[in-house]
Structure formats: structure tokens, C-alpha cells
């Protein structure tokens, strides 16, 4: 689950495997890729790019993330979202079993779909498949309730990413009050408002707990010296506890 996710249904769609004439990819992939119609759709060349970068996506991180499930499931659709701050793209990981997740791609994005794929698709990507590897997801999610924890595993596909891509986007930038934001989070009771955290605050805050995530995933790694994949074996309390805090 990633900044701007909006919960919302995904219909029966097709599947189609990768082609030879799709990808430059020489191994067999292990995704299943879908395209749900939406607002005009894709183009035959659009669909092959997106593709050829979500199979390329899927064997690097692979290599990385040895707990990543096989024959994974990705629907992917065309939205008329404003997603400037992550790049036009934007997704979520809908269930663990089966491994499913679902991209959507904004046509809006400066550039249309083409320049949203290759600014954002490749981060969305490492981000959902790394919660597939820890077992973060929407439906039948392994991990306990509580924004702190939802901070943590957040903040752990956003470095993630970051880490591997290079790539840093303004909706997961954290400000120079992260440390009272962490306070805050670890005060709140385990029943605390998802989407006010997560997402749009009353006060008018964006993305708390990516932000905050962020945050004490860069500290733990300070404070340690570890990487980001031996972080990814830890609980969220052992990483909140290496960052500092309690």
C-alpha cells in the first residue's frame, strides 16, 4: 500500500502472460499481468512497456527479497488521479493469497501514460512486491493493528525502494518535526483512524505514517549500520526500538 491508495473494488479481469515479443526479459517471469479497462485504456505499445518494466521489476526484486511469493497476480488500470508527488503511479497490495496486487497509472501525469511509467511504475513496484515479501496486505494482512506498525512496514517499502532506485518521491519526504510525529503515533491507541494517518489528516497533514515510517526506517539504519534487507527481517517493534524509541 502506497500514498494516494484509495480502497477500492477491483473487478473480474483477464489474464495475460508475458509473450516472447513483449520483453526483453530471457527468464520466465513469474507474474501474471492484467489490464482493466478504465477512461480509454492502454495502447498496445503502453502495455508492452508496462510489461516489460513490471517483469524486469519482479526478477530484481526477486533476487533481493527471497520470501516473495511466486505466480503473482497484477492488475494494472488507467486513472485520472493527480499522483505529481509519486510519480503517476500509485498501487496496492490486495491480498497475500493469493499474491495479488493491484497498479493504477495516471493519464493525467505530465507526459501521459508513457512518462508516468517511467518516472513511478519501477518504485511502485519494488514497494508492493516488498510487502508481498513481508506479508503486508489488504485483505488478509499477517501483521498486527496499529498505526505504528503500519508506519514501520510502510516506511520499510519506501526505503526500500529508495535504497535500490535511487528515486525519491516529495509525497514520502519527512519534515524536521518527524521526531514529535513518531510520539504521536506510538501514543495512539491501537483503534486510531487508518486513513487519517495514513493518508489526509483533519489538520491537514498528508501521509503521517509514510512520512514518519520513513523516518525511523533512516534511523534504525544510522543507529545500526544495517541495510535495508536485514532491517526487512525485523518486527516493527524491533526496528522502533533500534531507531531510539520505545
Given at each position: 500500500?502506497?500514498?494516494?491508495?484509495?480502497?477500492?473494488?477491483?473487478?473480474?479481469?483477464?489474464?495475460?502472460?508475458?509473450?516472447?515479443?513483449?520483453?526483453?526479459?530471457?527468464?520466465?517471469?513469474?507474474?501474471?499481468?492484467?489490464?482493466?479497462?478504465?477512461?480509454?485504456?492502454?495502447?498496445?505499445?503502453?502495455?508492452?512497456?508496462?510489461?516489460?518494466?513490471?517483469?524486469?521489476?519482479?526478477?530484481?526484486?526477486?533476487?533481493?527479497?527471497?520470501?516473495?511469493?511466486?505466480?503473482?497476480?497484477?492488475?494494472?488500470?488507467?486513472?485520472?488521479?493527480?499522483?505529481?508527488?509519486?510519480?503517476?503511479?500509485?498501487?496496492?497490495?490486495?491480498?497475500?493469497?493469493?499474491?495479488?496486487?493491484?497498479?493504477?497509472?495516471?493519464?493525467?501525469?505530465?507526459?501521459?501514460?508513457?512518462?508516468?511509467?517511467?518516472?513511478?511504475?519501477?518504485?511502485?513496484?519494488?514497494?508492493?512486491?516488498?510487502?508481498?515479501?513481508?506479508?503486508?496486505?489488504?485483505?488478509?494482512?499477517?501483521?498486527?493493528?496499529?498505526?505504528?506498525?503500519?508506519?514501520?512496514?510502510?516506511?520499510?517499502?519506501?526505503?526500500?525502494?529508495?535504497?535500490?532506485?535511487?528515486?525519491?518521491?516529495?509525497?514520502?519526504?519527512?519534515?524536521?518535526e518527524a521526531d514529535a510525529w513518531v510520539r504521536e503515533?506510538?501514543?495512539?491507541?491501537?483503534?486510531?483512524?487508518?486513513?487519517?494517518?495514513?493518508?489526509?489528516?483533519?489538520?491537514?497533514?498528508?501521509?503521517?505514517?509514510?512520512?514518519?515510517?520513513?523516518?525511523?526506517?533512516?534511523?534504525?539504519?544510522?543507529?545500526?549500520?544495517?541495510?535495508?534487507?536485514?532491517?526487512?527481517?525485523?518486527?516493527?517493534?524491533?526496528?522502533?526500538?533500534?531507531?531510539?524509541?520505545?
Open positions: 500500500m502506497y500514498s494516494f491508495k484509495i480502497l477500492l473494488l477491483i473487478a473480474p479481469f483477464f489474464v495475460f502472460n508475458p509473450e516472447p515479443g513483449d520483453t526483453v526479459i530471457k527468464r520466465e517471469s513469474t507474474l501474471h499481468i492484467s489490464f482493466k479497462e478504465g477512461r480509454e485504456g492502454f495502447t498496445d505499445a503502453q502495455q508492452a512497456l508496462i510489461k516489460e518494466v513490471l517483469i524486469q521489476s519482479e526478477h530484481d526484486v526477486r533476487d533481493l527479497l527471497p520470501t516473495l511469493p511466486g505466480e503473482i497476480q497484477i492488475a494494472v488500470e488507467k486513472v485520472d488521479w493527480d499522483l505529481t508527488t509519486v510519480g503517476g503511479v500509485t498501487g496496492r497490495t490486495e491480498s497475500n493469497s493469493p499474491p495479488r496486487v493491484s497498479i493504477q497509472i495516471s493519464g493525467e501525469f505530465p507526459g501521459g501514460v508513457g512518462q508516468a511509467v517511467k518516472a513511478g511504475l519501477r518504485e511502485t513496484a519494488y514497494h508492493e512486491l516488498h510487502h508481498l515479501a513481508k506479508g503486508w496486505a489488504i485483505k488478509d494482512n499477517r501483521w498486527e493493528p496499529g498505526i505504528a506498525t503500519a508506519a514501520v512496514i510502510e516506511g520499510l517499502a519506501v526505503v526500500f525502494a529508495e535504497e535500490y532506485l535511487g528515486t525519491k518521491f516529495e509525497a514520502n519526504h519527512y519534515p524536521a503515533i506510538l501514543a495512539l491507541p491501537p483503534n486510531a483512524n487508518y486513513q487519517h494517518w495514513m493518508f489526509q489528516h483533519p489538520d491537514g497533514r498528508t501521509s503521517i505514517g509514510y512520512r514518519t515510517g520513513n523516518y525511523l526506517v533512516r534511523q534504525a539504519m544510522e543507529h545500526t549500520g544495517s541495510g535495508i534487507l536485514e532491517l526487512g527481517r525485523l518486527t516493527p517493534g524491533e526496528i522502533i526500538e533500534l531507531a531510539g524509541y520505545q
